[in-house]
């Protein structure tokens, strides 16, 4: 990571020092050009999904139980995605795209006190 830093200094130096100020900016558009395609084809790759945070909520065989803690859930909290799965022979009721483990460890500790079987669980995450 030093090197990484050290090599970016070294190259904005040069580019400062170039006689043509145009230059430096014409060359960071390209840049972020570029970066903005390999994005785009990060998304196509990934469906636009990323790793992230989703708490399971419900895991159940009862497809009724799982429907019904899945509305619970939607009436309390519906500014917060939900999302119920059939992984053979259960039923499993997610909520959230958290992008990092804090935000999920804080929602998680508001939605405890009403799904006390809840459990925080590494996922595949929508983007914005």
């Known amino acids: 990571m ?3 830093i050290f090599i970016f200094f070294m190259s904005v130096q040069t580019l400062f020092s170039q006689e043509n100020p145009n230059a430096y900016l014409i060359k960071t558009s390209m840049k972020i ?3 903005e395609e390999l994005k785009k084809q990060y998304h196509i ?3 636009g999904t990323i790793d992230g945070y989703r708490i399971k ?3 159940t065989s009862n497809r009724i ?7 619970q859930f939607d009436e309390l909290y519906s500014n917060v995605p ?3 799965e059939y992984l053979q022979p259960n039923f499993v009721v997610s909520v959230g795209n958290f992008k990092t483990r804090i935000e999920a460890i804080n929602f998680f500790k508001k939605i405890v006190p009403n799904f006390p079987k809840s459990f925080l669980i590494k996922s595949k995450i929508e983007t914005k």
């Open 2 to 4: 030093r090197y990484f």
């Open 33 to 35: 050009k570029a970066l």
């Open 45 to 47: 790759q990934t469906q």
């Open 57 to 59: 909520i419900c895991f």
């Open 65 to 71: 139980a799982a429907k019904t803690i899945k509305t």
């Open 82 to 84: 939900s999302y119920e």
